[in-house]
């Protein structure tokens, strides 16, 4: 079973997947665990920067002759780099996913949406806690993509430190 997790930057996606790991066990996969290996070995970054949100926010790269926040740079590789093949990130996940439960803690596309979808898997969406604020790269495609998917197999609006509770009602709502 896969269950992909959608919401906006810092929404608590990665925490959810890591919640959902100790209530339904499995393991967490990202779409962009195949971009930052590639981000890695082009420009040097260490994996476990790609993932600090506050070097996301403040780090700066130089690509040719323009500066780039991490984030906006891993955005840019992503949506950019690929575009001749709009499933490349897609094919990479399902390439590498086993056997058992695979939450997805990125999902920020429709066709990854779809695509976990029609493998017999659910997406949820974790919508912003009140007092959430934006950042730097958030109207970025991969931030708005599915801002008006219909499709959510859940969607949730949990309370800044609920998403351990929330995990349960995941667990609860798509494993009966």
């Known amino acids: 079973m896969i269950i992909g997790i959608s ?10 997947a890591r919640h959902l790991v100790k209530t339904l066990g499995g393991e967490v996969m990202s779409f962009a665990d195949a971009l930052r290996q590639e981000v890695k070995e082009h420009f040097g970054i260490p994996m476990g920067t790609m993932t600090d949100q506050e070097a996301k926010a ?10 780039m926040l991490l984030r906006e740079l891993l955005q840019w590789w992503g949506a950019e780099r690929r575009r ?41 969406r974790i919508d912003p806690y009140p007092g959430w604020q934006s950042s730097v790269g958030a109207d970025h495609l991969s931030e708005t993509d599915l801002d008006d998917y219909d499709y959510f197999d ?23």
Do not use: C
Not at 95 to 101: N, S
Not at 159 to 168: E, P, Q, S, V
């Open 84 to 124: 001749s093949d709009p499933d490349y990130w897609i094919k990479q996940l399902l390439h590498k996913a086993g056997e058992g439960i695979v939450l997805v803690d990125d999902v920020r596309y429709r066709n990854e949406a779809r695509a976990i979808q029609a493998a017999g898997g659910h997406v949820v």
């Open 154 to 176: 859940m969607r949730l609006k949990p309370k800044y430190g609920d998403l351990y509770k929330t995990a349960f009602t995941i667990k609860k709502e798509l494993t009966t």
């Open 7 to 16: 919401g906006k930057m810092g929404t608590g996606k990665t925490t959810l």
């Open 58 to 67: 403040t780090l700066v790269i130089q690509v040719g002759f323009k500066d």
